[in-house]
């Protein structure tokens, strides 16, 4: 059901319980002043069938809400998966970037607790760290990867250095005011 129809729904339901409930009242009033027994059995009828319409009407709202509710929760759900996903692959290519270079300045170890594997570690904390920050996904690769060799010592990979370059010259003003990227509109 289309958010619009099911908002609109719950309105209705929640307008006719208040109108239920209104003339649940007015019903209840009646049967209290009734003076024959047959007006107070007619009221008593009256008031009992309003509570069980009452309650079903509320029942029906809650429900729909419920269902509502649950999509959200759904919806939410699948993107902060998505997101989770999409940090956990981003984080998965630059510590394989990063593996490489600790493995090229230093020998495998069979000991676990080695100069190489205690690297990894520090840069698999680092990255962790960085990826929570809100601007992790828009950041390049190249950009992250430059600066973590900044952080542990290790000199930027000519390509990252060559693919930084092409950005920032890109990105760099031009005398007429527009980019590289940028369509001429003169």
């Not at 999509?71 to 699948?78: P, T």
Request: charged residues 35%.
């Amino acid at each position: 059901m289309s958010e619009p129809l099911a908002s609109r729904h719950e309105q209705m339901l929640g307008e006719f319980a208040e109108w239920l409930h209104a003339s649940a009242r007015e019903a209840h009033t009646r049967l209290m002043e009734s003076e024959s027994a047959e007006e107070f059995t007619a009221y008593n009828n009256a008031l009992h069938k309003l509570g069980r319409n009452l309650r079903q009407t509320l029942a029906l709202h809650k429900r729909f809400a419920d269902d509502r509710l649950e999509v959200e929760a759904d919806a939410e759900a699948e993107a902060e998966d998505a997101r989770q996903e999409s940090r956990r692959w981003k984080r998965s290519r630059l510590r394989h970037a990063m593996e490489r270079m600790v493995w090229d300045e230093h020998e495998r170890d069979d000991d676990e607790d080695g100069p190489g594997e205690r690297l990894l570690e520090d840069i698999e904390l680092r990255l962790a760290s960085l990826s929570t920050d809100p601007g992790f996904f828009e950041t390049d690769d190249e950009v992250v990867i430059a600066r973590l060799c900044q952080e542990f010592g290790f000199d930027v990979p000519p390509h990252i250095v060559q693919a930084l370059a092409m950005v920032a010259q890109a990105d760099a003003p031009r005398p007429n005011g527009h980019s590289v990227t940028a369509p001429d509109s003169s």
